[in-house]
């Protein structure tokens, strides 16, 4: 059932020991997001904890220390930024996956699975809505809080540059700062710092992309060795798919990611016009209209050439029409 902010808030009122769960593979905005409103939770007096199906990256640890830690078993289930149950990875899945009571979340695709959704696709990042949210609670915005979502909202927007970055995304970004958030601090820890594994990677990374259609289309594909042998964490690949954006002439960039299982995880960002998660759909993933993701799996193709053909097949479907037919004119 969707509900108003309101609502939610009026759930949360009346709960107590509650759990906040994060998606899989967990971004700053989710854990953003969570860490702030457990902290707004406990600080109304309530028990409350966060967690996920995978442990956070490094760069997030310090939202941890924003809570107490609190042993509980948990009376009320809310996930914050996750679109369908299966984002919440296992074992989190099969432990809450059908008792999830609320969910707070921003994205326009996913399946509602909670048995409370309240969802803002107009929101850049989960902890926009997480801030709405405090007043209603009766929550004040500490320092703490406003460093969580400063989290969120940072890395949802790329740092303020993604085009789901609003007017009303800096408005409150502002207020964060006003409440004690480090801008300059966490914008460094959060998007400006990688590590010698991640440099390594992006050396090899650079050095394998590759184009197709035209230059439309950029491909990257992170073997399994690769990423063991560079020792980077999840969190820190995830700074390679922007990448593939960022090459002049490419609408829509692909990245590969292989995991334990010989699946590829993969993530799309496109320009404005070609929709990311129109390509994902194809292969039962979403996300925004940007940026998106999806896997593919092992039974569906065996190598990671296999899942090329079929990712760039899918790009070429969703580039804007008139695109196609200058291309065949040429
Ligand atoms: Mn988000």
């Given at each position: 059932m969707l509900i108003t902010l309101h609502d939610a808030a009026r759930m949360l009122s009346g709960a107590d020991d509650i759990l906040i769960l994060c998606h899989r593979y967990p971004d700053g905005d989710t854990l953003g997001s969570a860490y702030a409103l457990a902290r707004a939770l406990q600080g109304l007096g309530k028990r409350a904890a966060v967690d996920g199906s995978h442990e956070p990256g490094k760069r997030y640890r310090f939202l941890r220390e924003l809570i107490t830690p609190q042993a509980f078993e948990p009376r009320f289930a809310v996930s914050v930024?996750?679109?369908?149950?299966?984002?919440?990875?296992?074992p989190m899945l099969s432990r809450w996956g059908d008792r999830v009571e609320l969910s707070l979340d921003h994205h326009r695709t996913g399946q509602p699975f909670a048995k409370c959704t309240f969802t803002d696709?107009?929101?850049?990042?989960a902890a926009e809505i997480v801030f709405r949210l405090l007043p209603l609670l009766g929550a004040p915005l500490d320092a703490g809080i406003a460093a969580a979502l400063y989290t969120g909202v940072s890395t949802d927007t790329g740092g303020f540059r993604f085009p789901n970055t609003t007017p009303e995304t800096l408005r409150i970004a502002a207020a964060l700062m006003e409440a004690g958030a480090d801008a300059a601090r966490l914008n460094r820890l959060l998007l400006d710092t990688k590590s010698r594994g991640f440099l390594e990677l992006e050396r090899r990374v650079l050095g394998a992309m590759r184009f197709f259609l035209g230059g439309r289309c950029a491909v990257c594909v992170l073997p399994r060795e690769t990423l063991d042998r560079c020792g980077v964490t999840d969190d820190e690949a995830?700074?390679?798919?922007p990448m593939t954006r960022q090459i002049e002439g490419v609408l829509a960039g692909v990245t590969l990611r292989e995991k334990e299982n010989g699946d590829f995880r993969v993530s799309v960002r496109t320009q404005p016009g070609v929709d990311a998660a129109r390509i994902c759909r194809r292969f039962g993933g979403g996300g925004h209209s940007e940026a998106a993701g999806c896997t593919i799996h092992r039974e569906d193709a065996p190598d990671a050439e296999e899942a090329v053909r079929r990712l760039v097949r899918a790009v070429e479907n969703a580039l804007p029409q008139d695109d196609v037919t200058k291309e065949e004119r040429e």
């Open positions: 930024d996750v679109a369908s149950a299966s984002l919440l990875g296992e696709p107009s929101a850049a990042a995830d700074a390679v798919p």
